[in-house]
């Protein structure tokens, strides 16, 4: 076998190998996915639990709390609002469309603030007396009611992002410690949960909706496999084909 034949042999023997091994990671991904769907419908379908206190708080994190149902009660004062823009939303099956999440902190009866995002805002047709009534209903002190949400955490802004509108008490990602920092929530030292609640009941303002979560996490891993390994099988052919012609020429 001449150097040029053995290098693309060599070449070739290499790219197989990588397509395979890609194959089988995506299979990997794919139960690894599945495992993860199964812990988060588990999370949602259970009953919720007591908001864990304070002292709790650093331990929680997004692999093992993401989605958590829990129940507490609190006050929330709604002038205290900040909102943030969506254009819809991929874990409520009854929202479409541009609009609003409320968000507003409360302050727990041990000590401690918990943001909650009190559900979504439709966004009213412009000019509307809608859209102008609206923050009007933001005025009185709501007294504490029992609660019911999921434990989310917050997001990240990606590079093309817009920056926050403090003075419209607007942002455009789901960055609740940004919100408090900026709104001042955060004031008497009081300690802000490293977490925010997703409202699922009661309603509180109306007009702004609260509800059940439904996570759908994308599942393409099976697909990607096949696409890997087919690839793998045509190159081998393809080599085969290619090896034959050589030895015959």
Request: charged fraction near 20%; proline fraction near 10%; aromatic fraction near 10%.
């Amino acid at each position: 076998m001449n150097a040029r034949r053995l290098g693309f042999s060599l070449f070739t023997l290499a790219m197989v190998a990588v397509l395979i091994g890609l194959g089988f990671w995506q299979l990997q991904r794919r139960a690894e996915k599945h495992a993860l769907m199964a812990a988060l419908d588990e999370r949602l379908a259970a009953e919720p639990i007591a908001l864990p206190p304070p002292s709790q708080w650093p331990a929680l994190k997004p692999s093992t709390d993401e989605f958590r149902r829990v129940r507490l009660t609190a006050i929330i004062d709604p002038a205290s609002s900040g909102r943030v823009y969506s254009s819809g939303s991929a874990v409520r099956n009854d929202i479409s469309g541009p609009g609003k999440w409320e968000f507003m902190p409360a302050w727990l009866p041990g000590g401690g603030i918990v943001v909650v995002n009190i559900g979504f805002a439709q966004d009213p047709p412009p000019n509307s007396p809608a859209g102008a009534a609206r923050d009007t209903q933001f005025v009185v002190r709501i007294p504490p009611p029992q609660l019911t949400g999921y434990i989310r955490f917050p997001e990240s802004a990606g590079l093309l992002t817009p920056n926050a509108n403090v003075e419209q008490r607007l942002w455009f990602t789901r960055d609740h410690l940004a919100m408090a920092r900026a709104l001042g929530w955060d004031r008497d030292g009081k300690t802000v949960a490293p977490f925010y609640i997703d409202l699922e009941s009661p309603e509180l303002v109306p007009g702004v909706k609260p509800g059940p979560l439904h996570v759908r996490l994308k599942d393409d891993h099976l697909q990607y496999a096949i696409t890997w390994f087919g690839l793998a099988v045509v190159m081998t052919i393809a080599f085969g084909f290619w090896l034959r012609a050589q030895r015959h020429g």
